[in-house]
């Protein structure tokens, strides 16, 4: 960790990777390590949808290539099927590549359906006391 971006990055909360145009792995923050269960040594200079094949059926796949074709940032949620948790991603696209930011969003989304559940529930409850 020497330049102050690589301080910065490694300092933010949320998950960081750097890919360049073909993809490939320029920069993981140890947060994304902790995240995708892989060494540093690992994944740098690897394809992403090679070393991460089952990514091609999310829709992060969809969106990065979007990002990267209109040259416009990207904001999405989805929930990752292999690490079993919802994140929300925000994707940056440059000439040099695509910066990626994503955070573990699987309790929040926990809350929103537990809400969800009892608005529901309540709903049903007073239209039942309508009814009686």
Same mark, same amino acid.
């Given at each position: 960790?020497?330049?102050?971006?690589?301080?910065?990055?490694?300092?933010? &909360?949320?998950?960081?990777?750097?890919?360049?145009?073909?993809?490939?792995?320029?920069?993981?923050?140890?947060?994304?390590?902790?995240?995708?269960?892989?060494?540093?040594?690992?994944?740098?200079?690897?394809?992403?949808?090679?070393?991460?094949?089952?990514?091609?059926?999310?829709?992060?796949?969809?969106?990065?290539?979007?990002?990267?074709?209109?040259?416009?940032?990207?904001?999405?949620?989805?929930?990752?099927?292999?690490?079993?948790?919802?994140?929300?991603?925000?994707?940056?696209?440059?000439?040099?590549?695509?910066?990626?930011?994503?955070?573990?969003? &699987?309790?929040?989304?926990?809350?929103?359906?537990?809400?969800?559940?009892?608005?529901?529930?309540?709903?049903?409850?007073?239209?039942?006391?309508?009814?009686?």
């Amino acid at each position: 960790m020497n330049s102050p971006t690589e301080k910065i990055l490694e300092s933010i &909360t949320e998950a960081f990777v750097a890919v360049d145009r073909q993809w490939r792995f320029t920069y993981l923050n140890d947060q994304a390590l902790g995240v995708l269960h892989r060494a540093r040594e690992e994944l740098l200079g690897k394809n992403m949808w090679e070393e991460f094949p089952e990514a091609v059926e999310l829709p992060a796949y969809r969106e990065y290539h979007r990002a990267v074709a209109s040259g416009s940032a990207v904001h999405f949620e989805e929930f990752n099927p292999w690490l079993g948790v919802w994140v929300e991603i925000n994707a940056y696209p440059s000439e040099d590549g695509l910066s990626i930011y994503f955070r573990d969003i &699987t309790e929040r989304k926990r809350a929103e359906k537990e809400v969800e559940t009892r608005a529901h529930q309540q709903a049903i409850i007073a239209e039942l006391g309508l009814r009686a």
